[in-house]
DNA sequence: CAAGGTTTGGTTGTGCACAACCAAAATCAT
DNA sequence: ATGATTTTGGTTGTGCACAACCAAACCTTG
């Protein structure tokens, strides 16, 4: 009867947010890759898009946006950016031409073998133990998906 | 001596990665504050700085990058459009005129009330225990100072 | 085939996020 | 006091992120 029973001001409290832990703790970590990815000319978001292709080649538009939980607004221009740098290639797909086809190119596939060590890098990097990672990972991707799938709620 | 041992293919799996989860809820939790805070008509970033302002009254723009972790690249634009939205007003500091006081106006402290049920809303979204949510929010903490904290290691 | 719809990427516009750089004010050292 | 240094915001440029909208390609169904 205390707390959590009716809004208050100390719920306004940022410090308490997880929202906030969470948005705080993305940059954090993101900025902990960025000096690495910078060796491979990759921003975080452009590795992403890497590490979808190294291991699965050929991949559509679409599929990306699923994987990543990207939309096309952001992918497209990301996507030119790579072409340009020459790391993938894109193709209309001959069976369906709504579809692009994203690939790597032979400097593309070469750069993954530069990339090999970077999750290690950035374990050692933040110091922080496994166990403790692989945890902290199954609780984001159960709130990822209970966000995801939030109601808007305002419709009734 | 089965994994972790040296860098595989296997450790560039995109759903290993922690990095990638963080950046995926990130989103997805902004995600649900969007339409909430529409109402409001702020952005998630802005609300942030709201709740620093709602907390503490008047705040150094310095402040406010320290609380939010954000830099004056940032700050700068944003309350800019919070001073257009009329909601805050910005003054130099007369004791050191490097200084920029951002304060609430009326209408921005009027908007505090609006707010209060917006923390307990995005829970019942989400639907998350509350016991799960604090033990996540110390986790994010200890991995955002620790990615803070971060050494470059590339000075040797 | 032709009219209706859906799927898939792309474009445009707004708002972060951050690096790099800049200018003015304050502070320190002599 | 005067010159060097630090502090504090601001500006500029690049790159996401997403909403809103658009066009072309597909897919029906009559």
Redesign the pocket.
Known sequence: MTRADRPEPGDLDLQKQVCFAL?AAS?AL??VY?PVLERLGL????YLVMLVLWERGQT???AL?ESL?????????????LEAAGLVD?ARDP??????VVSLTPAGDGLRAQATGIPRAIAEATGVPASELASLRDTLRKITEAATAAPDKETT
Chains 1, 2 share one sequence.
Do not use: F, I, N
């Not at 096309?72 to 221009?77: D, E, H, Q, R």
């Open positions: 948005y940059r993101t900025a960025r921003t975080y978001p452009q559509s538009v679409k946006g939980q990207l939309d096309s607004g952001t992918l497209s221009p990301l996507l030119k950016r894109r069976r369906d031409e709504r579809s692009v």
